[in-house]
């Protein structure tokens, strides 16, 4: 049997990693400015992280649902309290896409409605309905295209409330900055139209916080830069700093009711235990302050290279370590030259945008390294 062929792939294969370096078969060392699509947050091979999954590995791996587990009530705890959710409830389960289909279901069952409002160009997830809340006809699958979707402009609050006066809504979903689409982060004034108008209408106000949450954005979630508050958050990939897990914050306003959700790995006790880890380090090693810090530098930096090398750049756009470098069209070949030249990950969008998405742990020389190799690849 061989691997069903659905992923481009670099020649690369990685086999060691260290904080923001990894180490392909070759030794070569590259530095990952990618985070293998914004999943490593406290860094590849952290120490404490292995230690605490290592020990946890000894005592138990995984039991099911069915018992009490003490380590989901604990990182329920530290979850609220980092984040400033610690009146809302959290549900386990195993990926950004599962967190979001939890989410739309969620809404769903609390508003006894089935209309869902979704945005131009977003991305959500793969399956069923978080597929059918993204805009790419390339992933929807005629299966997937029966959920009752509408997908409005981003940032117009005329075309969302016409659709949420219509009566007919559940839920809108809205990432905290549009990541796969290119890095287009809602204005701050129309997140804060979203929460009233959903109020309003009775419809539930979803926050994928896949991609832009745990800290990456200088903030827990990128949407608090708005200081709204969403009535369900969803949380993955740098949750486990790449081990498997994915979560739905949950506000009081929705009761659980045994059976709604389930799941038989979500919150087992690796998982737990990762996230437990993740957490701790964010906290311990200022993590957050770090995103804010080193991402401020770089978008302020490539803005000047912006205007120092005139026509090669179109725009920088994001927050924290959460950067969109759209290039000129003729310019796109950069991206592979960092690779190839100056070992140096990065993530894409579209064939001209450079997503810049680094374990929150990079330093200032690690930025300064991107960019100048950035410059002199610019340059050339
Ligand atoms: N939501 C957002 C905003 C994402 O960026 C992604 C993945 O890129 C997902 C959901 C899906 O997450 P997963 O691949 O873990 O299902």
Redesign the pocket.
């Known amino acids: 049997m061989k691997p069903f062929n659905v992923y481009k792939t670099w020649p690369v294969e990685p086999v060691k990693a260290k904080s923001c370096k990894v180490w392909d078969r070759d030794g070569i060392e590259y530095l990952d400015l990618y985070g293998g ?1 914004a999943v490593i947050s406290i860094g590849h091979g952290h120490p404490y992280y292995v230690k605490m999954l290592c020990e946890q590995m000894d005592k138990i791996c995984f039991y099911s649902n069915s018992v009490q587990n003490s380590l989901q009530v604990e990182l329920a705890d530290k979850l609220g309290k980092i984040s400033g959710y610690d009146d809302y409830s959290l549900f386990l389960c195993n ?4 967190a ?1 289909e939890n989410a739309l279901k969620l809404a769903s069952f609390a508003s006894g409605k089935k209309r869902v409002v979704s945005f131009k160009e977003a ?4 399956t069923s309905g ?1 597929v059918a809340v993204t805009d790419n006809p390339n992933y929807v699958s005629p299966f997937n295209a029966g959920h009752e979707v509408t997908f409005v402009p981003i940032n117009s609050v005329s075309a969302v409330e016409n659709e949420l006066s219509k009566g007919d809504v559940a839920a809108v979903i809205i ?1 905290g900055i549009q ?2 689409a290119g890095i287009y982060e809602p204005d701050s004034s129309f997140l804060k139209e979203l929460s009233l108008l959903t109020k309003k209408f009775g419809a539930f106000l979803i926050l ?1 916080e ?3 949450g745990y800290g990456r954005t200088g903030q827990f979630f990128a949407h608090q830069h708005s200081g709204i508050k969403p009535d369900i958050i969803t949380t ?2 740098g949750m486990g700093n790449g081990f498997p897990i ?1 979560g739905v914050i949950i506000s009081s306003e929705i009761k659980p009711v045994p059976g709604m959700l389930g799941s038989t790995f979500g919150g087992n006790h690796l998982a737990c235990t990762a996230a437990i880890a993740v957490l701790d380090v964010l906290q311990s090693e200022s993590l957050i302050q770090n995103a804010a810090k080193v991402g401020e530098w770089l978008i302020a930096s490539l803005k000047k290279i912006q205007v120092d090398i005139p026509g090669k750049i179109t725009s920088v756009r994001g927050r924290g370590l959460m950067i969109g470098i759209e290039l000129d069209n003729k310019y796109t070949e950069v991206r592979d030259r960092l690779l190839f030249e100056n070992h140096i990950f990065t993530g894409s969008s579209k064939s001209n945008i450079i997503r810049i998405l680094p374990p929150l742990t990079i330093s200032m020389e690690e930025a300064e390294y991107f960019l100048k190799s950035f410059t002199d690849q610019l340059n050339k």
């Open positions: 699509h990926s950004g896409a599962e979001n991305f959500h997830g793969r978080a990432e990541g796969v994928d896949v991609q832009s993955a990939k994915g």
